[in-house]
């Protein structure tokens, strides 16, 4: 019955100590063995996403920068791709830079900075991306870009987005994709748009595909799709709205939605 899969990358493929276990793998091999599309559907830039795809050898376009590009993995073909309009990539940089918050560009899929801070140095090393550093952003803002990203405390990003939804939620797509991420896409730069455009490409309903996320950005994506599952460690909000709670993502929950809906493997 289902045809396409896409799965989130960390805290829902890999587990905390950012692997993918023996047990997925051989899953994921199954499924792709019976004719099912297996994608990663992920925050992550895709010199990063790319990493981990090789990790499970997937050769397929993968789901990158929370959906505002898709992009295959051998030949970097761009299927589907969306950039944060230029005048709220503005808006937001005067922002950040009035409230002395850290942001973060992407340029041409490099990571950029605009200085050597923790928060980078955590995340590049969270990400396996080196990063650059450009202390003027205002030479980078009229470059397209696939994603902005601040990274501050939990409590006061949860502010800082309410302030940002009345500047510019008009025009760009906000969400988290951890507690201390929060990111700034185009409108149609969602997990969910990604996913329709993947069913659409490979020929499948919306019926016919699983979507797998542990976070709110995997919102859209969850809603969207057949099956729509949260890991057993996501986030309330998106239990909430799942159709299948499976395990955790250190109990092989990726693992035990495959041999449950795609492979029919009779339970223990």
């Known amino acids: 019955m289902y045809k396409l899969i896409a799965i989130d990358v960390d805290d829902t493929l890999l587990t905390d100590d950012i692997t993918v276990s023996d047990g997925t793998k051989r899953a994921l091999e199954a499924a792709i063995a019976q004719g099912v599309m297996v994608t ?25 920068y929370q959906g505002a590009l898709v992009k295959t993995l051998l030949d970097g073909q761009v299927l589907y791709e969306r950039n944060v309009p230029i005048d709220a990539a503005k808006e937001l940089h ?57 990274i501050d405390d939990p409590a006061r990003l949860d502010v800082v987005a309410e302030e940002l939804k009345l500047l510019i939620g008009d025009r760009v797509h906000i969400t988290k994709s ?20 993947m069913a659409e490409h490979i020929g499948c309903s919306m019926d016919q595909t699983i979507a797998i996320g542990d976070a709110w950005n995997d919102n859209e994506m969850i809603m969207a799709a057949g099956l729509g599952v949260a890991m057993g460690n996501a986030v309330q909000s998106l239990k909430d709205i799942a159709d299948y ?23 223990k």
């Open 40 to 64: 990663l559907a992920t925050g992550r830039m895709f010199a990063s996403a790319q990493k981990i795809a090789k990790q499970i050898e997937l050769n397929v376009p993968i789901i990158t």
């Open 94 to 150: 005067a922002y950040a830079e009035a409230n002395s918050l850290h942001l973060q560009l992407y340029v041409d899929d490099e990571l950029y900075g605009t200085e050597d801070n923790d928060k980078i140095k955590a995340y590049s090393k969270l990400s396996n991306i080196p990063y650059k550093i450009e202390p003027d952003f205002n030479k980078l803002l009229d470059n397209p870009m696939n994603k902005m990203l601040i």
């Open 178 to 197: 951890k507690a201390h991420y929060l990111e700034f896409m185009h409108k149609e730069g969602t997990k969910g748009h990604a996913l329709r455009f």
């Open 245 to 267: 709670v499976t395990l955790s993502n250190n109990e092989d929950g990726v693992r035990h939605v495959i041999e449950k809906f795609v492979l029919q493997v009779p339970s």
